[in-house]
């Protein structure tokens, strides 16, 4: 079908949101740049063992690392979850590849190259251009001033999307006594390899994917890794079986200039180093909206839908804002939605009924007792949004099998095996038939 108005699209980013998005756009007709600002596609997935120079992360006058990847990690979601629905992530048999369901984060980078080739999308990317600021000009249009080396370009597009990630900028636990404490303090987004924290005692502190895989990485080398949680279920507290130098912790409740960290339940320990895997905060340091859109306590809004503000829509988006989610199916929704709103081929409602539908949004997280930074977290809905845009976009909703496999994989994180789920699996019926679907989209 013809675009009804080809539009000149600048996209900033080339991690998997800002690939998937140049894709849907180019389909549609659009006119695409997109921006760059590190030498290679992938984002979060190129793999960077140097480290910044502030070790937690928030000295502003750090040069700042993009990618948060540990030298260990390998993929917390099957393979056959994980990949867009129209490429599917599949197993190939040239040299160099990992064909594992589960494969370590090289594989994913090979991936999103594989993409990349496929849809002829690598010279639409300009490489080391940092865009470094995004204004609003006459019509409705953006002006974006970006740099490469020293050079500064400005130019004007009828719209831009963002997907610059958010896995970045560093948030970090608030500590009663921290300034005193003598040890070190480093934040997962700048940790590699386990072998600076050789024989120390290490206070990790946080529950995430990452937190579980680094505390595991560490105490191979370590002298104690204890975890401080916030929600912790009743009993678990203590050792943690099948390790003798890891201790579930309740919360720091403080530390002290002897170098004693002291914890909510009145325990205590001699520390070295404390490992914030205290998460990430949304960061548009070059995006100048006048204030239409905020981030406000990790809330970025008002977004209708986590994507368009309304009174700046169609022509501002943000991809992959959404969190605890499977992440490259849902920045392949939200790309054709925008794609295709772009186009004028698929209508919005009016600016006011969309911030109605976010205030009331909002009034709903309110009543249930969610955190305003939680706002983006929609774990408990994410494949309902899928299908919500996938409506939109006259697309079949997610495929069963997805959706089966992804909570065969929770299932099989949380309960039996935590620590070998990504080489043991029941779900063998799952993988059959999401190959049989694959069928489609492989040539
Ligand atoms: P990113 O990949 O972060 O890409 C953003 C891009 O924007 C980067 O290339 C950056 O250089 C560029 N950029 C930023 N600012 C500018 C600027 N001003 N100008 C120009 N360019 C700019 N997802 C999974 O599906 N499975 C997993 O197992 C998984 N594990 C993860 C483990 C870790 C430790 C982390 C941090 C994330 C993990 N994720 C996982 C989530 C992962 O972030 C997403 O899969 C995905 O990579 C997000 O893509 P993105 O394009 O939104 O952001």
């Known amino acids: 079908m013809r675009p009804v108005t080809p539009r000149s699209v600048a996209v900033i980013g080339a991690g998997a949101g800002g690939l998937v998005a140049a894709r849907e756009l180019l389909r549609e007709g659009h006119k695409v740049v997109v921006f760059e600002r590190e030498d290679k596609v992938g984002g979060t997935w190129v793999y960077n063992p140097v480290i910044e120079s502030d070790p937690l992360g928030i000295d502003p006058s750090r040069k700042v690392v993009h990618s948060s990847l540990y030298a260990s990690l390998r993929t917390n979601l099957p393979r056959e979850v994980m990949g867009f629905r129209e490429y599917p992530f599949v197993a190939t048999n040239k040299t160099q590849r990992d064909p594992r369901r589960f494969p370590g984060h090289r594989e994913v980078l090979e991936y999103l190259n594989d993409y990349v080739s496929e849809f002829g999308l690598n010279e639409l990317v300009r490489f080391g251009t940092e865009v470094s600021h995004v204004g609003l000009v006459e019509n409705g249009k953006w002006k974006v001033s970006s740099r490469i080396r020293e050079d500064r370009v400005d130019e004007i597009y009828d719209a831009v999307v963002v997907c610059n990630g958010h896995y970045t900028e560093p948030r970090i636990a608030e500590i009663p006594g921290i300034d005193v404490w003598p040890g070190k303090q480093i934040h997962s987004h700048n940790y590699r390899v386990p072998e600076p924290f050789r024989d120390q005692v290490v206070i990790l502190i946080g529950s995430s994917a990452s937190a579980k895989d680094i505390s595991r990485d560490i105490s191979v080398v370590a ?45 205590a320990v001699c520390a070295d180093v404390i490992l914030h895997c205290t998460g990430y905060k949304y960061h548009f340091p070059f995006l100048d909206t006048g204030g239409i859109v905020a981030v406000d306590d990790n809330r970025v809004g008002p977004l209708y839908k986590h994507i368009f503000p309304p009174f700046l829509s169609p022509c501002l988006s943000f991809v992959g804002l959404p969190f605890k989610v499977v992440p490259f199916p849902l920045l392949e929704f939200q790309s054709k939605w925008i794609a295709g709103v772009l186009s004028g081929r698929l209508a919005l409602p009016s600016p006011e009924e969309m911030l109605e539908d976010v205030e009331a949004f909002y009034l709903r997280l309110e009543a249930s007792g ?38 065969e994989t929770a299932k099989n994180i949380l309960g039996g095996r935590p620590e070998t789920y990504r080489d043991e699996w029941d779900d063998h019926h799952l993988v059959l038939q999401a190959h049989e679907d694959f069928g489609k989209y492989l040539s």
């Not at 409740?253 to 325990?267: P, Y």
């Not at 983006?376 to 997805?402: K, M, S, T």
Request: aromatic letters at 10%.
């Open 370 to 407: 969610v955190p305003k930074r939680y706002t983006h977290n929609i774990v408990d809905y994410q494949f309902e949004y899928n299908d919500w845009l996938a409506a939109e976009c006259g697309c079949p909703p997610v495929e069963e099998w997805r959706k089966e496999m992804f909570s």
């Open 223 to 267: 002298k104690e890794v204890h975890i401080a949680c916030r929600s912790i279920k009743d009993g678990t507290l203590g050792k943690l079986p099948g390790h003798d130098n890891m201790w579930l912790c309740s919360m720091i409740e403080s530390v002290h200039e002897d170098g004693t960290v002291v914890f909510q339940d009145g325990t």
